[in-house]
């Protein structure tokens, strides 16, 4: 049974941080990579940034680059997402996901497992 928690979410100014977390259980061997997505209100789900497990390499949309950065900490299991100078623009549920088959790009669908989703909201 693969289980993906995340927390992290909450109510942030223009401008502020957040750093969400994914702590993953049931299934880690092997997996090819994890990640983030992210679903604003009326629109459709987009990944956000992920991370290859072979190689470390990540992925990033070009609207959260040198803004976001992704990070794991394989004794915790554990992937983040630090989320700086947040924009409006950012709002929006935010799922950690995990791709069990090999993957030709980064943080494109089908996503194999989802998290329950946290909420980010940034507003004044």
């Known amino acids: 049974q693969v289980q993906l928690v995340e927390s992290g979410g909450g109510l942030v100014q223009p401008g502020g941080s957040l750093r969400l977390s994914c702590a993953a259980s049931?299934?880690?061997?092997?997996?090819?990579?994890i990640g983030w997505f992210r679903q604003a209100p009326g629109k459709e789900r987009e990944g956000v940034s992920c991370?290859?497990?072979?190689?470390?390499?990540?992925y990033y949309i070009d609207s959260v680059k040198g803004r976001f950065t992704i990070s794991r900490d394989v004794a915790k299991n554990t992937v983040y997402l630090q989320m700086n100078n947040l924009k409006p623009e950012d709002t929006g549920v935010y799922y950690c996901?995990?791709?069990?088959?090999?993957?030709?790009?980064?943080?494109?669908?089908?996503?194999?497992?989802w998290g329950q989703g946290t909420q980010v909201t940034v507003s004044s």
């Open positions: 991370l290859n497990r072979m190689d470390g390499s990540t």
């Open positions: 049931g299934f880690t061997a092997e997996y090819y990579a």
């Open positions: 996901t995990l791709f069990a088959t090999p993957v030709q790009e980064l943080c494109v669908p089908p996503v194999d497992y």
